[in-house]
């Protein structure tokens, strides 16, 4: 079965700018999650969706946003970009019940954001 | 809050040789999940090994396996007879029981050389 689908892989965006990033989990999971992934901080939790609702979120601003669609896809979005928000993004997909110990979690390959 | 802890950095094994890489976590719940990823150049964070802290047996994955030492939280990962193939960061992470989120480490890269 496919994987988890990110798009796009690159992107360059100039400070101030917005971007949206989006997120095709696997077929039948209901749960997707964010992570930034930077040199310095390493990888942090933006957020959780499942079942369009989101149900936790970390420590960013609130420039950070995302939603979920009925088909489980997601995006996330940035609004006035900053230098410091380059980074990696990257998403997991789960069915998001049941044992994590059996449903695990299925990252894509990220989003490489540069700001300049 | 949940917290974990690699204290090593990078490291480095020979080919067929076996290493072991540390990691403690920090949690007030009775029952979470422990996990080992992966990270290869090609970004995808691959899961290596998973154990849920009721079990005290410890996970085994092929070459891979932990040791789980919950009244210390210790969750270090072996591999044995180690492949050039398994250079890349390696991330602990922890997860709540009821939680929906992964807790990482800051990551411990590893190369095997030939």
């Known amino acids: 079965k496919a994987g988890v689908t990110q798009t796009p892989r690159y992107l360059i965006k100039t400070r101030g700018q917005q971007v949206t990033l989006s997120c095709s989990p696997i077929?039948?999971?209901?749960?997707v999650s964010w992570y930034q992934q930077t040199p310095g901080q390493g990888l942090q939790f933006l957020f959780e969706y499942f079942s369009e609702t989101q149900r936790n979120k970390g420590n960013f601003p609130g420039r950070f946003s995302g939603r979920q669609f009925s088909n489980s896809r997601s995006e996330m979005n940035v609004s006035t970009l900053e230098l410091g928000d380059s980074a990696l993004y990257l998403c997991?997909?789960?069915?998001?019940?049941?044992?994590?110990?059996?449903?695990?979690?299925?990252f894509g390959s990220g989003t490489r954001l540069t700001v300049v | 809050a949940q917290t974990v802890t690699q204290s090593q950095p990078e490291m480095s094994v020979q080919e067929a040789e076996t290493v072991t890489l540390s990691c403690t976590y920090d949690t007030s719940e009775n029952n979470y999940y422990l996990f080992w990823y992966k990270q290869p150049p090609s970004r995808q964070m691959i899961l290596v090994i998973r154990?849920?802290?009721?079990?005290?047996q410890n996970a085994t994955e092929n070459r891979f396996s932990v040791n789980f030492q919950k009244a210390a939280k210790s969750f270090s990962l072996k591999i044995s007879d180690s492949q050039l193939g398994d250079t890349a960061m390696y991330f602990c992470?922890?997860?709540?029981?009821?939680?929906?989120?992964?807790?990482f480490g800051a990551g411990t890269i590893l190369r095997v050389k030939s």
């Open positions: 154990q849920e802290a009721y079990k005290q």
């Open positions: 997991a997909s789960s069915s998001g019940q049941g044992s994590p110990l059996n449903y695990g979690y299925t």
């Open positions: 077929s039948g999971h209901r749960s």
């Open positions: 992470a922890s997860l709540e029981e009821y939680g929906n989120k992964l807790v």
